[in-house]
């Protein structure tokens, strides 16, 4: 478990850019911070990295939420339910992107038998043909939307290791993260920047 503090210097960024991010996803605000909590934060910071736009995140976020929830796949165990299963290894055929969380069925799939629930732990059925025609229309809004973050990582990635070679000829010397916290504005403390320039 990590503080803010170390939560932000594990990811290079300001504690600002942290509670920015928790606000906008709507990640709770702990006291200390688990490894999936981390790793979900890292795949933000990695695919804004990578060009994807914030606005494209918090809107696929939402439909991956609402598929946990239709899928009825929210074990609501703890508080950081819906980031816990980051921690665990990735398989992008039957995980989702950014919860990670087991879909109980290969993504790629076309069919999905109506009126199944997909939790292991809950004998629940869908409510009805309504809930069944919901999951299938969010899968493949899902679908449709993977699509396009993979296939603008991807062009987007040959640009980044285009530019990291270039980054080369500069001369530049390669110098490790401190850690170290420097607001633009001169401030010392993180939370007293207003985020603006940082």
């Not at 409510?127 to 679908?143: K, P, Q, T, V």
Request: proline letters at 6%; aromatic letters at 8%; glycine letters at 8%.
């Amino acid at each position: 478990m990590k503080s803010m503090k170390n939560l932000a210097e594990g990811l290079g960024r300001p504690m600002v850019w942290v509670v920015g991010v928790q606000k906008r996803f709507g990640l709770p605000v702990l006291e200390s911070y688990s490894e999936g909590y981390e790793s979900f934060l890292r795949k933000i910071l990695h695919l804004r990295v990578l060009g994807m736009s914030e606005e494209t995140l918090r809107e696929f976020w939402a439909i991956e939420r609402k598929l946990i929830e239709v899928l009825h796949l929210d074990p609501q165990t703890s508080r950081t339910w819906m980031v816990d299963a980051c921690a665990y290894p990735s398989d992008p055929d039957r995980r989702l992107l950014l919860s990670n969380i087991d879909l109980g069925f290969p993504l790629p799939a076309t069919d999905l038998q109506i009126g199944l629930n997909f939790a292991a732990s809950s004998p629940e059925l869908f409510a009805g043909r309504d809930m069944g025609e919901d999951a299938l229309r969010l899968i493949s809004d899902y679908r449709t939307r993977l699509t396009g973050i993979r296939s603008s990582v991807a062009s987007e990635s040959r640009i980044l290791r285009k530019a990291l070679r270039w980054e080369k000829s500069l001369g530049l010397a390669q110098t490790p993260f401190t850690g170290k916290y420097e607001c633009p504005e001169g401030k010392m403390n993180p939370m007293d920047c207003s985020g603006e320039s940082c």
